[in-house]
């Protein structure tokens, strides 16, 4: 016999601890653990398997929100193909949030190949990273470029500029080629607007 799945139910079974998978239908599922635990998963097919994945846990996320993701899945996946547990592990791996994160990353690139690897880490680290290091990679632009460069600039620093502008270029180019930004910030400034020709 099915049992309807509502808010009264799920309390009930959480209370009298009934262990087990209750089907709410499309596809999700209310789950009540051995350890007590109560939690939304839906099963889905992608690519001729089928798949569970865990939506959250009960009270986190109410019946009506695991039932909306549950359909919401179920649309992408018959629309796009788009299999959720491999999107969800994806998110995981975006780690690159921030200029900071993105040098780091660019950084030990450079640690592979470069020589001196010490010189653009000192450089973007007191010079560049107190200027935008924090912000979001896309929300960098040109005047920020120009404001680094130029306060470097100001102090009679002119090789450090140009080198500064230099690895500007470098990093955001990393951050294209990361698929992190669709454009440069820094490419379209010269020696001029830096130090100058040393």
């Given at each position: 016999m099915t049992v309807k799945i509502t808010v009264q139910k799920i309390k009930s079974l959480i209370?009298?601890?009934?262990?087990?998978?209750?089907?709410?239908?499309?596809?999700?599922?209310?789950?009540?653990?051995?350890e007590g635990s109560a939690f939304f998963i839906v099963r889905y097919m992608s690519h001729g398997k089928r798949k569970e994945m865990t939506l959250g846990k009960?009270?986190?996320?109410?019946?009506?929100?695991?039932?909306?993701?549950?359909?919401?899945?179920?649309?992408?996946?018959?629309?796009?193909?788009?299999?959720?547990?491999?999107?969800?592990?994806?998110?995981?791996?975006?780690?690159?949030?921030?200029?900071?994160?993105?040098?780091?990353?660019?950084?030990?690139?450079?640690?592979?190949?470069?020589?001196?690897?010490?010189?653009?880490?000192?450089?973007?680290?007191?010079?560049?990273?107190?200027?935008?290091?924090?912000?979001?990679?896309?929300?960098?632009?040109?005047?920020?470029?120009?404001?680094?460069?130029?306060?470097i600039a100001q102090r009679d620093r002119p090789s450090i500029a140009n080198d500064a502008l230099m690895y500007c270029k470098q990093l955001f180019r990393h951050a294209i080629k990361l698929d992190l930004r669709t454009s440069n910030p820094a490419e379209a400034f010269n020696v001029s607007d830096a130090g100058g020709v040393e």
């Open positions: 209370k009298n601890q009934a262990v087990g998978k209750y089907a709410v239908g499309n596809g999700l599922y209310f789950r009540v653990s051995a009960y009270p986190d996320i109410s019946l009506v929100d695991a039932k909306l993701k549950a359909a919401q899945i179920k649309v992408d996946l018959n629309n796009d193909g788009v299999d959720p547990l491999e999107e969800r592990k994806r998110l995981d791996n975006e780690t690159l949030k921030t200029v900071n994160d993105l040098a780091e990353d660019w950084l030990q690139e450079c640690e592979k190949r470069l020589k001196h690897p010490n010189i653009p880490r000192r450089i973007y680290t007191k010079d560049l990273a107190p200027y935008f290091g924090g912000l979001a990679i896309e929300k960098v632009n040109p005047r920020d470029i120009r404001g680094a460069i130029q306060r």
